[in-house]
């Protein structure tokens, strides 16, 4: 059974001397190095102390001075081989996104269950597959099932027309009647009416809510 190495990047000093005691209890599991913060973890990477192509990080994202998620490109740049676990209190998912955007392989928040932890890490090493905690799996269906409640109970279902749908395009793009009527070889005013009626018929109040509608109805991206 080969052993999992471990790089430990968490600034609140308690904190990472509990997952630092429960990670080594785990006979396959060892703790080559700690930092405080972004700049240490690099300091400890560029001076030869550990290997990165053979570690797995753990940091969390709120550091002084970097970023724990904005240190993930450059450090995969660098150590293609470098498995990342991003360990947060953040649930919200536009931090998940970023995270695996970075190259993350793995985001699980602080007050996960020891067990889980434990195979969250074994599964993304030993497995080569990317992890979400199981709380944050929920919490993110939970969100989506909750949109498509919106989609079907809130938001009433209309017939567009081709050019009323290329229209409607044009408006999330931002563009203005003018610009829009240029595009199709049409009248201003004859877009004017085709944007009001798109407003009369989705039964929303401005242009806003008519572009939040269009996305939330999967019409336009």
């Known amino acids: 059974m080969s052993t999992i190495k471990i790089v430990l990047t968490e600034d609140h000093r308690i904190l990472r001397s509990g997952i630092k005691s429960l990670l080594e209890n785990e006979d396959d599991i060892e703790i080559v190095a700690e930092a405080s913060n972004g700049i240490e973890l690099l300091e400890l990477f560029q001076n030869g102390t550990i290997n990165a192509n053979e570690v797995l990080l753990i940091t969390d994202i709120n550091m ?4 724990g998620i904005d240190l993930i490109p450059g450090l995969l740049q660098s150590y293609p081989n470098l498995k ?49 905690c199981t709380e944050l799996s929920m919490e993110l269906l939970d969100r989506q099932l909750g949109r498509s409640y919106v989609l079907t109970d809130d938001l009433p279902e209309v017939d567009l027309s081709k050019r009323e749908m290329e229209i409607l395009s ?24 085709h944007r009001q009626n798109l407003i009369d018929k989705t039964r929303t109040r401005n242009s806003a809510a008519l572009i939040r509608y269009a996305v939330l109805r999967g019409i336009v991206n």
């Open 64 to 67: 002084p001075g970097i970023n």
């Open 170 to 193: 044009f408006i999330a793009e931002g563009f203005t009647n003018q610009e829009i009527a240029d595009k199709i070889f049409t009248s201003k005013r004859t877009v004017e009416g």
């Open 84 to 132: 990342t676990v991003v360990l947060s209190m953040f649930s919200n998912e536009k931090y998940v996104l970023k995270a695996f955007k970075a190259g993350a392989n793995g985001y699980m928040l602080k007050n996960v269950g020891s067990d889980e932890l434990l195979f969250g890490i074994r599964h993304i090493v030993n497995n080569g597959n990317r992890y979400i």
